[in-house]
C-alpha cells in the first residue's frame, strides 16, 4: 500500500512557471528534473508489478529537513531504503576513496556524489528512529542503459528488474518483528516526520511575467465581461488559465495577495471585478476591506 505519494515534484512546477514566466535559461534544469523523475516512475511501477502476499508500505519522496529519500519500503520484517539512480553510460564505485564515477561510451569520465554514502547518512538517520526492524539500504540503476562496471563487494547496487528478487530475498531471510499494529503506528510516525519544502529560484520578481497567458498563443488575456480572452487568437479561459497565472503568482511571488497586486497582475482595472475573480477563485483570506489578503493555494 503507498501511504506517501509520488507527486508532480514542486520544483517541476516551479520551473515550468518560471520558463512560463520570462525566465527560459531553467529549460535544462527542468528537462535535468524530469529525467530523474521518470526513472523514479519506472521503479514505483515495479512494486506495482509484484505482487507481494506481506502487508508493506511505501513511502515515496520522503524528505525531512536534512534528507530526502526515493523510497522507503516497509514492512513487518524490515525497512528497505530505495535510491534511485538514472544515469547513462558506465558507473563505477570506487569505496577506498568513496569516489563514483560515470564513463560515456566517448571516454569521458565524469564524478557524481556517491550514491552509497547517501544512502548510508539515510541508513543513520533511520536507524535512530527505527528501532524494531532492521534498517536496510540498496542503489537502483532506472535504466536498462546503465552498465554497472565495478561496485564494493557484498553492496546492494543493481538494475530495477532485480529489485523484487532482492526484496523476496529479504522477505525470506528476516523474521517477522512487528505486529500489523506495529507496523501501521511505525508508518504514521514516518509520516509525521515527512515535511515538504517549498523550493526557491533565485530570480528578481520584478521581472516576472505578468497576466493570464493564453495556453495557444502564450499572448496576454483580457479580462471581458467575467472572462479572460485573447484577442490574438481568440482563446477564451473557462477559469483554469487564471488559476494557472495565480499559481505561477504563488510559486514565484508570493502567496498572499491583496487586490490591488492581483489587478495589477492579471489587469483587471475595477477593484470590484476583482473581488468578484478572487472569490470565484475560493482562497481563504484574512483582515478586512482595504487591508484583506487572500492566501493563494500552490498545488
Ligand atoms: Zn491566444
Known amino acids: 500500500m503507498i501511504v506517501l505519494q509520488r507527486e508532480q515534484t514542486v ?20 528537462i535535468r528534473l524530469q ?12 512494486w506495482h508489478d509484484m505482487q507481494l502476499d506481506e502487508p508493506y508500505y511505501l513511502l515515496h519522496d520522503f524528505q525531512t529537513n536534512a534528507h530526502q529519500i526515493d ?18 553510460g558506465r558507473i563505477d564505485f570506487d569505496e577506498e ?25 539515510h541508513q543513520r538517520m533511520l536507524r535512530r528512529v527505527v528501532s524494531d526492524l532492521p534498517v536496510l539500504y540498496a542503489v537502483v540503476f532506472a535504466l536498462p542503459k546503465t552498465i554497472i562496471g565495478h ?24 523474521a517477522t518483528r512487528l505486529s500489523s499494529q506495529g507496523l501501521q503506528s511505525l508508518a504514521r510516525q514516518l509520516l509525521q516526520m515527512h515535511t515538504i519544502h517549498k523550493p526557491q529560484l533565485n530570480i528578481d520578481k ?32 473557462d477559469g483554469i488559465l487564471l488559476k494557472q497565472a495565480m499559481r505561477d503568482y504563488c510559486l514565484l511571488v508570493d502567496e498572499w495577495i491583496t487586490n490591488e497586486e492581483f489587478r495589477r497582475f492579471v489587469g483587471v482595472e ?20 482595504r487591508w484583506r489578503r487572500y492566501r493563494i493555494s500552490c498545488r
Do not use: W
Open 35 to 46: 529525467q530523474g523523475l521518470l526513472g523514479e516512475r519506472y521503479v514505483d511501477q515495479n
Open 270 to 289: 475595477s477593484s470590484d471585478s476583482a473581488k468578484y475573480l478572487l472569490k470565484k477563485l475560493g482562497f481563504q483570506y484574512e483582515g478586512e476591506r
Open 71 to 88: 523510497t522507503i519500503f516497509l514492512c513487518q520484517k524490515f525497512l528497505l531504503i530505495i535510491e534511485i539512480k538514472n544515469i547513462v
Open 206 to 237: 520584478a521581472r516576472v511575467r505578468q497576466g493570464v497567458l493564453c495556453v495557444q498563443c502564450q499572448s496576454k488575456m483580457q479580462y471581458h465581461y467575467g472572462h479572460f480572452k485573447c484577442l490574438k487568437c481568440n482563446y477564451k479561459d
Open 151 to 174: 561496485i564494493p563487494q557484498g553492496e546492494p547496487v543493481f538494475h530495477r528488474s532485480g529489485l523484487e528478487f532482492h526484496v523476496r530475498e529479504h522477505l525470506k531471510q528476516y
Open 11 to 30: 520544483k517541476e512546477q516551479l520551473l515550468q512557471a518560471a520558463i512560463r514566466r520570462g525566465f527560459p535559461e531553467y529549460k535544462d534544469e527542468l
Open 97 to 121: 576513496r568513496h569516489q563514483f564515477t560515470r564513463t560515456l561510451e566517448d571516454g569521458t569520465i565524469q564524478g557524481f556524489r556517491n550514491p552509497l554514502d547517501q544512502v548510508r547518512r
